[in-house]
């Protein structure tokens, strides 16, 4: 899945270092409001790529994940739940694993254009 999302450079980029949303000098959140067109464009990319990995994932694993703030949240907490349940099915090999997780992301890119 990351190769797709390394498509968008920026939306790679925020998936790996995160997003916040802005606040001012007293650590106060900014009403987006008054959010300027940088601030309003850094928003828009995390959605962007929160929207693209939502779409990519299943009900269970959502599920699984819980709640999340940002598009780096989900990300992480999607590696975390695929490291602790190893998604090989029994008697899976590594290339049949592969091809599935490639259709996946097949599907993915088709519901994404």
């Given at each position: 899945?990351?190769?797709?999302?390394k498509?968008?450079f920026?939306?790679?980029?925020?998936?790996?270092?995160?997003?916040?949303?802005?606040?001012d000098?007293a650590?106060?959140?900014?009403d987006?409001?008054?959010?300027?067109?940088?601030?309003k464009?850094?928003?828009?990319?995390?959605f962007?790529?929160?929207?693209?990995l939502?779409?990519?994932?299943t009900?269970?694993?959502l599920?699984?994940?819980?709640?999340?703030?940002?598009a780096k949240e989900?990300w992480?907490?999607?590696?975390e739940?695929?490291?602790?349940?190893?998604?090989?099915?029994?008697?899976?090999?590594?290339?049949?694993?592969n091809?599935?997780?490639?259709?996946?992301?097949?599907?993915?890119?088709?519901?994404?254009?």
């Amino acid at each position: 899945m990351d190769v797709y999302l390394k498509i968008d450079f920026n939306q790679w980029f925020n998936i790996i270092g995160g997003y916040k949303a802005p606040i001012d000098n007293a650590e106060i959140p900014i009403d987006p409001e008054h959010w300027n067109p940088e601030m309003k464009k850094k928003a828009q990319i995390d959605f962007k790529a929160l929207n693209t990995l939502q779409c990519g994932l299943t009900k269970e694993e959502l599920n699984h994940i819980g709640p999340h703030k940002n598009a780096k949240e989900l990300w992480d907490k999607f590696i975390e739940l695929h490291e602790r349940t190893n998604d090989a099915k029994e008697g899976e090999s590594a290339s049949k694993l592969n091809a599935r997780i490639k259709d996946i992301l097949n599907r993915l890119h088709t519901i994404s254009h």
